[in-house]
């Protein structure tokens, strides 16, 4: 167990030297969230088969729904590991995060972005949900000051709503 908390912890600060020499940059956005279910990822279910989901609207309308980002990959929330601020914000997640061990590594979330401004990759930190990576684009996501951050349930979405924060952006 020492020897993989070494390897993990090494790997945290390697990370921390890699983003530190990346170029970093503070901006202010509106940052929206969204959720898997129809009426933000624009899907609805058949008529006859209504187990199955196509898209509603756009240039792929009628076409069966993936649930997949613009890029290819499932959307996730963001999670913090055992080994970050959360853990020493939040001493008793500790034991949690030991025993569930898909909890001891953190996982950046997705975010959908305008990807003429930020490309595929793009790492930002958004305060209050944290680091996400830019995996979707957005039908309503249009320059440089808009961000739309995933969230697993709709609740949690409209919760979130429609903020203007300050936010760190880490280019590819």
């Given at each position: 167990?020492?020897?993989?908390?070494?390897?993990?912890?090494?790997?945290?600060?390697?990370?921390?030297?890699?983003?530190?020499?990346?170029?970093?940059?503070?901006r202010r956005m509106v940052v929206t969230a969204y959720d898997p279910?129809?009426?933000?990822?624009?899907?609805?279910?058949?008529?006859?088969?209504?187990?199955?989901?196509?898209?509603?609207?756009?240039?792929?309308?009628?076409?069966?729904?993936?649930?997949?980002?613009?890029?290819?990959?499932?959307?996730?929330?963001?999670?913090?590991?055992?080994?970050?601020?959360?853990?020493?914000?939040?001493?008793?997640?500790?034991?949690?995060?030991?025993?569930?061990?898909?909890?001891?590594?953190?996982?950046?979330?997705?975010?959908?972005?305008?990807?003429?401004?930020?490309?595929?990759?793009?790492?930002?930190?958004?305060?209050?949900?944290?680091?996400?990576?830019?995996?979707?684009?957005?039908?309503?996501?249009?320059?440089?000051?808009?961000?739309?951050?995933?969230?697993?349930?709709r609740r949690q979405a409209l919760a979130w709503g429609r903020q203007?924060?300050?936010?760190?952006?880490?280019?590819?």
């Amino acid at each position: 167990m020492a020897r993989a908390a070494r390897a993990i912890v090494l790997a945290a600060s390697l990370f921390t030297l890699a983003t530190g020499c990346a170029h970093v940059e503070h901006r202010r956005m509106v940052v929206t969230a969204y959720d898997p279910g129809g009426e933000s990822c624009g899907w609805q279910r058949g008529r006859l088969l209504f187990w199955r989901k196509y898209v509603s609207a756009g240039p792929r309308k009628g076409e069966r729904y993936t649930g997949r980002t613009a890029s290819g990959t499932k959307p996730k929330t963001p999670r913090p590991g055992l080994f970050s601020w959360d853990t020493v914000r939040h001493p008793w997640m500790a034991p949690v995060r030991l025993v569930f061990f898909w909890n001891l590594l953190p996982r950046a979330g997705t975010i959908a972005a305008d990807t003429r401004y930020y490309p595929f990759g793009t790492r930002i930190y958004v305060p209050g949900w944290g680091w996400g990576v830019v995996e979707d684009r957005g039908g309503a996501i249009k320059g440089p000051a808009h961000i739309d951050l995933f969230f697993s349930s709709r609740r949690q979405a409209l919760a979130w709503g429609r903020q203007r924060l300050t936010v760190k952006v880490v280019a590819p």
